[in-house]
């Protein structure tokens, strides 16, 4: 299994809405990210998780809350997003907690809208 | 500040032509990767060449990397419409405890 499974696919919230967004690998990967794309531009880290320990927070506003529960999974909690947060969030993992100098393995990310 | 810059921004070709994008980049690296997105899809690992590399190969992809220079191409040989694609590279800036995109290039292979 080589995937990485991002759900839901699509997600439309209310500004004062919470919502979590999910990740999942089996591929024993010890590093997972959460990326945020606007349209036509690159990807933005957000959040670097190594063997389950926040290692990287990439000065994210605190409405946006990471967890890993166990190695295998990543959540991005959201609560009291603003329209500007709508974006493609993609979750990645990689086999170490090196990700600049390994592979990163994407998921198909989740479309956000916040209305 | 964006590590890695694109040329050109975007390009479009004929199916079966050969389509080249440039990468540069700022500061000194460990490696240097490519990297595919399909619209609105997650991105897809193409290729790392590592700093003491100069050239890599994977199937109708070539790689190159001058760090005189501080630049890398890619080149797609054959192209299909499959190929259309965005187009992005990744590098670790020295010091950096992350791995930083470029622009990307918006490649369109038309039939």
């Known amino acids: 299994d080589t995937e990485v499974t991002q759900t839901p696919k699509h997600l439309v919230m209310g500004m004062t809405n919470k919502k979590s967004l999910k990740c999942e690998q089996h591929?024993?990967?010890?590093?997972m990210y959460w990326y945020k794309q606007k349209a036509k531009k690159p990807p933005e880290l957000m959040f670097v998780?190594?063997?389950?320990?926040?290692?990287i927070n990439e000065s994210v506003p605190s409405r946006f809350s990471p967890e890993c529960p166990n190695s295998s999974l990543l959540n991005l909690h959201l609560h009291a997003l603003q329209p500007e947060d709508s974006a493609l969030y993609l979750c990645?993992?990689?086999?170490?907690?090196?990700?600049?100098?390994?592979?990163?393995?994407f998921g198909s990310g989740t479309q956000l809208s916040v209305l | 500040s964006q590590q890695g810059e694109e040329d050109p921004q975007a390009l479009s070709i004929q199916e079966g032509e050969n389509a080249t994008m440039n990468c540069s980049y700022k500061?000194?690296?460990?490696?240097l990767q490519w990297y595919r997105q399909n619209s609105g899809r997650g991105l897809v690992h193409l290729i790392l060449?590592?700093?003491?590399?100069r050239e890599k190969h994977s199937g109708r992809l070539r790689v190159t990397l001058d760090t005189s220079k501080k630049s890398s191409s890619l080149l797609i040989t054959a192209s299909r419409a499959a190929d259309t694609a965005s187009y992005f590279c990744?590098?670790?800036?020295?010091?950096?405890?992350?791995?930083?995109f470029g622009q990307g290039t918006r490649l369109t292979i038309n039939p």
């Open positions: 500061t000194s690296i460990n490696n």
């Open positions: 060449i590592r700093s003491n590399e």
């Open positions: 990645a993992s990689s086999r170490e907690g090196q990700g600049r100098f390994e592979k990163l393995f």
């Open positions: 998780y190594s063997y389950e320990k926040l290692s």
């Open positions: 591929m024993g990967h010890r590093a």
């Open positions: 990744a590098t670790d800036a020295q010091g950096a405890q992350k791995l930083v």
